[in-house]
């Protein structure tokens, strides 16, 4: 199904989305609204980036029925034991239900933070739970002692660095990868890639559009953001044409075998400690 993915839970749920990171206020209102009615389906936020309120007006400056789009946030760690914390975020984003709440990171207490995701899943508070970031081995510790398998894994995911790390482990576990960072983090060296160059001649479409459309024929869920209009509306156009398959496996034979973004021991010790900006 064109624009569609299925979840291990039976959940068709859109393969492209709108990410929200580093926007607030107005701007945020206001691409949110266009986003929904330029091409996507699926807005994607985070308590962390303290936007969820503004996303929530977003939602309904858009015109549109809840049942007409999925929302998706991320609980953030350092609410991994806040029992309140998903009812909380219903409130701040505005609506009864959310489609997809992930774990952020994996720091902090997340069986916890797991298990109270597994409790609104049952109370049909959350459609459909996952994770972010984790790596395989902690995968692991939440199909061993969790209930529910997770449906979702966000993660860095692109050309240069096509999720390989949890890539097999997912496929196998029946969990959906959706990319972060899906154009590399705007990477120039990826854009100006001979191929990506001739596919975009080729098929009339930017860099970029090629870079979005190989998420999409790979099988990958993505969350690209833009602040502008044009670039909102540009990446959602990746419909309309398809890649070979051997296109496809020269562009993943781009991988560097490297993510952009590193963990450290100091990265993860500042998910685990930086509150949202709405606690206490």
Known sequence: MLNRMELNNGLIIPQ????TISQSGEQIIDNVAFALNNGYDLIDTANRYGNEVEVGLGLKRSGLKREDYFLETKLGPTLYEKNSAVDDTLVRLGTDYIDAMILH???NNYIHGYR???????EGKLRAIGLSNFPVEKIQEVLDQCEIRPMIMQVECHPYYPAEAVKPFCDAAGIRLQSWFPLGHGSRDMMDEALITELAAKYGKTAAQIILRWHTQMGFGLVPGSKSHNHIAENADIFDFTMTEEEVRAITALNRHEPFYHVTEESLHRMAVTKCNFEE
């Open 16 to 19: 492209l989305g709108f990410g």
């Open 105 to 107: 990171h994996p720091v």
């Open 116 to 122: 109270m995701l597994e409790k609104a899943y049952k």
